[in-house]
Every structure is written in structure tokens, then in C-alpha cells.
């Protein structure tokens, strides 16, 4: 059986995904996750945890946010570590500029596993057809839900709701791609 | 209504600190010892003194003598409190100063003063000013356009020189700052969890709305929520069974002779569990469900340590809980010492205690930059203050 197995820098993107990923990925693939407290201690204990790792036929997926950092740096000192762990085949996704740019990205699941009403009409306006700009998504998203969005118990309402197509966050779009791709990988090989 | 900063002068072991920028949750850490609970009992003394009189109040935790910092400079106990208060339509920061002394070996009101801006320039005007029970109150203190000179003055000499102005006038709403603040001393709640007397059958007549300080009308509580605010219990409901392995229900229930009791059912047992026998930390994570999703939160609530008894993963989503809380209206201050529950909290919500020379001081997570810029790469502040961040807290 296939293990994909997350390495998050907090619960709230476990949260999520534990809503969002069953939706499409297939039963067969085991789904894991291993909580950090934070950037830092993400970093600094992913080796260790990858090299440790017991089980076989497991792939591994690191989300980090990119806030203020500069994305291509943060993804390829990701990969780096990854390969000195012997997973060169790790997916790195980096969410831009924070998960909460995802769920901006699709302002109906916000509304939707919010129980609010009235915000999925701004999803034309400019910065949320494009939320990947905004350096602030998190306060962005804690404004327009009048602070009814906190991250962990939103994650988990949310993540559920998120369309798998169609969503203006370019870096949401790349991250299911990527699951979708070595899920797909693994079955035909 | 916020308080926003906290200023102390030889209050037991804060012999001269000053707390500012209070966010509305609020969690403060520090080593067994350094004043977390004195800090909070800062409002408690108040709650005494409105209550009672400072002389009751003082003598409830030992006396001037006890109460009054050691080797202080002056013999004078200062207490201030600035809170943002809405006065005819404008936010006012509102600044209530307290100063106790001793005299001919009896503690006295030595100076009382309720005191905030008429507009935006100027100097605060004192709306309330006392001294050792003699003092004047501004009646008409909401007539923003009138000047000055036409303000009413009242003067007035209360009963005593160890009873609070604020006592008797605060009863009238026509002194708006000074019933404002007495209701939020009034309504101050500390939350000292007993397990114990939350548990077991309890007379089911009677009616509350709110948890008491030791949990003890939990039962009735519960009735209350689950009878009058229906949808409000199935949230606490919903969450019981998401964090409590095995509970599918819980429920008040009516014994035969006129009894309250809790049931918690159990999904692979027919029959329900009562309060009595279901462990430690589901009472508590019920009793917190139940405290934090009160429809009328207190105004200002203090909790300590309300990690105790519960399973780690959960405290991150108890902290949510507890900012929620204050979006729909309460402040909160919260005590721990739980790097899961601090995890949870924001750059601008932590202060840290240390204590210097026997004395205390209080540092703010937002003043260090180290801290701000680790929080803005994405690390989380349990963690932090783990890795020793928090400069002095750890026991030496």
C-alpha cells in the first residue's frame, strides 16, 4: 500500500488537508501526516524524520508557507534537504503566500464551510483573482469573514468545501497537480 | 470595552511595572513564582474593594503591610487601568487611578481619579476626584459641547475614607466611565476550575447562566444552554465528539428525586455514563465548552492554566475558543505554562513575567525584534519560547 506522507509546519494545514485530500485521492493510498511547530523546527528535524522513515512505497509531500520569504530559495534548500534524506523524489509545494491565499482563491468554500454569506461575490475583485500576491492572507481572510475565520477550526470547515478546479490561487492549482500527478505515478508503476 | 494597559506600584512582588497595548486575549507565561496569579488578582483586589472596602479587601490577603511591595521607596499603593470605552459615540481611553495608604495605621483612599479626554487635544479632565472620602464627580459628563467651566460639579463625601467613589456613584448610569468601570469589575470572573465540585448530582431547581468560579453549577448551566440556546449546545456537543474519543452524546438529565445530573454517552455502550464516572479531563473540556461558548460573555475573564488534565493536540483549537470568546465581546486573560496552547497564539497576545532583584517585571512578545522576525519567517511562539527565546523566563 502507498504511504504519501505530509510534512506540515503546523495543524492547521493538517486541518485542511485531512478535509480536502480524501476528495481525491484514491482509497488505496494511505495518508499520513507529520506535524512541525513551525518553519524552524520544520526544517531542522525533516531530515531526520525522512531518514528514519520505516515504512516502504512511501512517498513524501513538505508544504511550508512562503510568507516573507523568497519562494524558489525556500523550495530548493526543501529539496535539498529531502535529497541529503534519500527522498529525491519528494514533492515540495510552497503555499503562496500563506494557505489562507487558497482558501481566497475560492471564496465560495469560504462561505460555504463558514456558514457566512455575502463574500463569495468579491472573488472578481483584483486581489482575489490573483490572492498569490497578497503578503497578508491571513488577516485579508480573517477581515472579509469578520474574524470568524481562525486557523485551525476554519482550516478544518474549509478545506472539506475547496474546489479542486477552478480556484485563483495559482499555488493552490500547483500543490493538487503535484498530489494528483505522484498519486497517478504510483499506480502505473 | 478593552483594558488596555495595566500600571502597578508596590502591589506585592510588581513594585513598579507598566503592561501596555493589552490585546483582548491575552496569555501571560512565567516561571512558578514570578506573579501570574498576582497579576491577575490585581482585579480581584478591585472586585474587593468595590465590593467591600480596601480595608477587607487588604486584609483578605494579609494586610497593607503584606499586600504593599517589600523595602518600597513609598509607602503607597498605586493601581491604574486605561480601558477604551465608546462615550456618546466616541471611543475614550478612560483612566482609572487608584492610591491606597496607611493612616494612623488604617488604610485609606489617598487619591481616586476617574479621568479621560474631552477631545483631542488637551489635557485628560478628571471626570471623578477623590481623597480620603472627600472628592466631586462630573454630572453631566456626556454633554461633549458644552465647555469646561459648564460642567456640573457635585460634591460629594462618602461614608468613609476606605470605601471607593466609584462604589456609590457607579450606581448611577448618568456617570457613564465610572458605572462602565464598576460593571466590569463587578462582572470580572476568575476561572478556578474544581473538578470535583463540578461532578455529581446537583438540586436541579434554580437557574444560571453563567459557570461560577469553581464549575460547581456545571450541570445547570448546561441545562440552561441546552434548553434556551439549542443550536449553541449542538456546537459543544459537536466538539465533545471530535475530541473526546468514544463520547457520541451528552445530555442533562433529571433524576426522580428533583436532581441535575450530566450524561455522556458512550458509542459502544448502550447505557449512558454519568458525570461521576467519566474522567477528569472530559469534565474539563466540557466545562470549558460550556465557559467559552456562554451567549453573554463576561466582560473580562481570567483562566488559569487551562491546559491541566487536557490531551495536548487539543489545546491549539481550546486556545481558538478562547479568542472567539473575546470577538463576541469579553477580554481574556489566560495563564499557562503549555507550549501546545502558546503554539496557538499570535505575536501580539503573549507577555512573558521575570523577576528581577525579588521584584517582577513584565516583557512583551512584540517589543523583541528576535521574536517578531521568527514569527514573521512562520515559526510558531511554543515553540519559541521552547528553544529559550523568551529572554529571563526559565528559572535560573
Sequence with gaps: MMQLVFFLEGPSEEALLKGLLPKFIPDHVNLRYVVFEGKQDLEKRLVKRMRGWCLPDTRFVVLRDKDAGDCVVIKNRLQGLCREAGYEDALVRIACHEIESWYLGDLSAVEQGLHISGIAKHQNKAKFRDPDRLANAAKELATITKRCYQKVSGSRKIGPCLALEGNTSGSFNVFISGIQRITSEAEHA | ?396
Aim: net charge negative.
Design chain 2, 1 to 396: 470595552m478593552r483594558i488596555e494597559t495595566i500600571r502597578l506600584k508596590n502591589f506585592k512582588a510588581f513594585k513598579d511595572i507598566n503592561m501596555r497595548d493589552i490585546p483582548s486575549f491575552c496569555v501571560v507565561v512565567g516561571a512558578n513564582g514570578t506573579g501570574k496569579s498576582t497579576l491577575f488578582d490585581v482585579f480581584g483586589f478591585l472586585k474587593d474593594c468595590l465590593t467591600y472596602n480596601i480595608k477587607k479587601a487588604l486584609q483578605g490577603r494579609g494586610g497593607f503591610n503584606e499586600v504593599l511591595s517589600r523595602d518600597a521607596e513609598t509607602r503607597q499603593i498605586e493601581i491604574e487601568v486605561q480601558f477604551r470605552l465608546n462615550i456618546s459615540d466616541t471611543e475614550r481611553l478612560v483612566t482609572y487611578h487608584l492610591c491606597i495608604e496607611e493612616k494612623d495605621r488604617q488604610p485609606v483612599v489617598k487619591r481616586e481619579i476617574l479621568r479621560y479626554k474631552r477631545g483631542v487635544y488637551g489635557s485628560p479632565y478628571h471626570f471623578l476626584d477623590f481623597s480620603l472620602g472627600n472628592g466631586y464627580s462630573i454630572t453631566n459628563e456626556e454633554d461633549f459641547n458644552i465647555e469646561d467651566k459648564n460642567l456640573e460639579r457635585e460634591e460629594v463625601t462618602l461614608d468613609s475614607s476606605d470605601l471607593l467613589a466609584i462604589k456609590g456613584l457607579g450606581q448611577f448610569s448618568r456617570f457613564k466611565a465610572a458605572s462602565a468601570f464598576r460593571q466590569l469589575i463587578e462582572n470580572w470572573q476568575v476561572s478556578d476550575f474544581h473538578i470535583n465540585l463540578a461532578r455529581g448530582a446537583k438540586d436541579a431547581a434554580g437557574y444560571d447562566e453563567h459557570l461560577s468560579i469553581t464549575g460547581d453549577n456545571l450541570q445547570l448551566v448546561a441545562r440552561n444552554i441546552k434548553d434556551n440556546h439549542p443550536d449553541i449546545f449542538e456546537k459543544i456537543k459537536a466538539a465533545m465528539t471530535s475530541r473526546v474519543p468514544g463520547i457520541s452524546d451528552v445530555s442533562t438529565k433529571d433524576t426522580e428525586d428533583g436532581r441535575l445530573l450530566l450524561s455522556f454517552q458512550d458509542g459502544a455502550f448502550t447505557d449512558p455514563f454519568i458525570d461521576r464516572y467519566v474522567s477528569d479531563g472530559t469534565i474539563k473540556m466540557f466545562a470549558y465548552l460550556i465557559l467559552l461558548y456562554d451567549p453573554k460573555p463576561h466582560p473580562l475573564l481570567c483562566v488559569e492554566e487551562p491546559e491541566n488534565q487536557l490531551y495536548p493536540k487539543l489545546l491549539w483549537e481550546l486556545a481558538e475558543e478562547f479568542r472567539d470568546y473575546t470577538q463576541r465581546g469579553g477580554q481574556v486573560f489566560v495563564s499557562s505554562h503549555s507550549p501546545d496552547f502558546l503554539n496557538a497564539m499570535q505575536l501580539e497576545e503573549v507577555f512573558w513575567l521575570t523577576k528581577e532583584k525579588g521584584y517582577t517585571a513584565i516583557k512583551r512578545a512584540s517589543d523583541d525584534p528576535q521574536l517578531s522576525a521568527y514569527m514573521t519567517e512562520g515559526d510558531q511562539m511554543g515553540y519559541l519560547w521552547k528553544e529559550g527565546f523568551f529572554s529571563g523566563v526559565d528559572p535560573q
